[in-house]
């Protein structure tokens, strides 16, 4: 049984930085892409980013590209998000995700797992 924990989210000032960590467990991860997607209240769920666990290339959404960063630590089979230089309209509640298909994968119905969410709110 696959299972997605995110931890890290929090308060956070406007300019500030975090660091959400997701740790994967139930199965080998190797052929999976793991994504990171947000949701802010009253609107969809969107993408943010996500890494290829296989070779760790990464894939960001365009209005983030620069910000945050995605990256990987196989021994802990934990996956990170690193947000810099935030603002008022990234606070959501960011979720984890876990996919085996192959190709541009920023839809959330891509992805087959779902971890419970993190809170993330900035502050202006």
């Known amino acids: 049984q696959v299972q997605l924990v995110e931890s890290g989210g929090g308060s956070v000032q406007a300019g500030g930085s975090l660091r959400l960590s997701c740790a994967a467990s139930?199965?080998?991860?190797?052929?999976?892409?793991m994504g990171w997607f947000r949701q802010a209240p009253g609107k969809e769920r969107e993408f943010v980013g996500g890494i290829r666990w296989n070779g760790g290339s990464t894939d960001y959404a365009d209005s983030l590209k620069g910000r945050v960063t995605i990256s990987r630590d196989n021994a802990k089979n934990t996956v990170y998000l690193q947000m810099n230089s935030q603002k008022p309209e990234d606070t959501a509640v960011y979720y984890c995700a876990a996919t085996r298909r192959v190709g541009v994968l920023r839809s959330p119905n891509d992805y087959d797992y779902w971890g419970q969410g993190t809170q993330v709110t900035v502050s202006s």
């Open positions: 139930g199965r080998t991860f190797s052929s999976y892409v």
